[in-house]
């Protein structure tokens, strides 16, 4: 009977102590899907477009907006520069809007007040909890950079995200087909863009190449869409001619 207990009292003792490495190791390992923590700046609250990106649920991190950089915000609000009070008040109403984003995980951590300035305090969270700086003030991220702290930047989103081609920009397409409204031709880009372009229906369906210049751009949510008109080409100057004139004669 004691044997008996011995043993079931070994089982217990291995399974538990199994159980318990694989926790610890659970602990310990690298977490590959954790989220980042985001400590955001105040260029970026002051910028305004970070909470669309919220909005939009691309914020999938935890955002985390330090108590120094609104009291930042609430000193430029209050200060007499009109400029720096107006966008100091706005990012002070983007605070507020981030925080009730269902979609985005925002929260206001409270660091201590100390006696650095903000861009310092800021790279010393971002180090002392493994965090990335969410900026759009270019030499923070330098500096950031320098001291292995990641960065990242909104711009460098939008620049991702614009379109290939701006207005004023020209390209030579096939129209395939005709547009809705008269005398419209649509084309399509190599990544699937409409194009519609003014005045292009009769090369509809020709399979001739016809240079457009682009006009505007428009983003939905069903997708883009851009338009154009038929590119003009350049007149070359007629040359000047000398009309009834005759050549001149060297008179001795």
Same mark, same amino acid.
């Given at each position: 009977?004691?044997?008996?207990?011995?043993?079931?009292?070994?089982?217990?003792?291995?399974?538990?102590?199994?159980?318990?490495?694989?926790?610890?190791?659970?602990?310990?390992?690298?977490?590959?899907?954790?989220?980042?923590?985001?400590?955001? @700046?105040?260029?970026?609250?002051? $910028?305004? +477009?970070? !909470?669309?990106? =919220? %909005? #939009?649920?691309?914020?999938?991190?935890?955002?985390?907006?330090?108590?120094?950089?609104?009291?930042?915000?609430?000193?430029?609000?209050?200060?007499?520069?009109?400029?720096?009070?107006?966008?100091?008040?706005?990012?002070?109403?983007?605070?507020?809007?981030?925080?009730?984003?269902?979609?985005?995980?925002?929260?206001?951590?409270?660091?201590? @007040?100390?006696?650095?300035?903000? $861009?310092? +305090?800021? !790279?010393?969270? =971002? %180090? #002392?909890?493994?965090?990335?700086?969410?900026?759009?003030?270019?030499?923070?991220?330098?500096?950031?950079?320098?001291?292995?702290?990641?960065?990242?930047?909104?711009?460098?989103?939008?620049?991702?995200?614009?379109?290939?081609?701006?207005?004023?920009?020209?390209?030579?397409?096939?129209?395939?087909?005709?547009?809705?409204?008269?005398?419209?031709?649509?084309?399509?880009?190599? $990544?699937?863009?409409?194009?519609?372009?003014?005045? #292009?229906?009769?090369?509809?369906?020709?399979?001739?190449?016809?240079?457009?210049?682009?006009?505007?751009?428009?983003?939905?949510?069903?997708?883009?869409?851009?338009?154009?008109?038929?590119?003009?080409?350049?007149?070359?100057?007629?040359?000047?001619?000398?009309?009834?004139?005759?050549?001149?004669?060297?008179?001795?």
């Amino acid at each position: 009977m004691e044997l008996f207990i011995i043993i079931l009292l070994s089982a217990i003792f291995a399974e538990t102590s199994a159980l318990t490495a694989r926790e610890l190791a659970r602990k310990h390992a690298p977490a590959k899907s954790a989220r980042r923590k985001l400590f955001v @700046d105040t260029s970026t609250l002051m $910028d305004g +477009r970070i !909470l669309s990106v =919220a %909005k #939009a649920g691309f914020l999938g991190d935890e955002v985390l907006i330090p108590r120094s950089v609104i009291r930042e915000l609430q000193l430029l609000a209050d200060g007499g520069d009109s400029e720096k009070r107006a966008r100091a008040r706005f990012g002070l109403d983007i605070v507020n809007e981030l925080e009730r984003v269902e979609l985005a995980d925002v929260n206001i951590f409270q660091d201590e @007040d100390g006696r650095v300035k903000v $861009d310092e +305090r800021l !790279l010393e969270l =971002a %180090k #002392a909890h493994h965090g990335i700086i969410l900026t759009n003030d270019f030499n923070l991220a330098k500096v950031a950079a320098t001291e292995n702290i990641d960065a990242i930047n909104i711009n460098d989103l939008a620049q991702g995200l614009r379109s290939e081609y701006l207005p004023g920009d020209k390209l030579d397409v096939k129209i395939t087909a005709v547009g809705a409204n008269p005398h419209q031709g649509i084309a399509h880009l190599s $990544d699937g863009t409409m194009v519609v372009i003014d005045d #292009a229906d009769r090369y509809a369906g020709k399979n001739q190449m016809v240079t457009i210049e682009f006009v505007r751009y428009l983003q939905t949510a069903a997708g883009k869409m851009m338009f154009a008109k038929l590119a003009t080409p350049k007149q070359s100057k007629p040359k000047k001619t000398t009309v009834g004139r005759r050549p001149s004669r060297n008179r001795k």
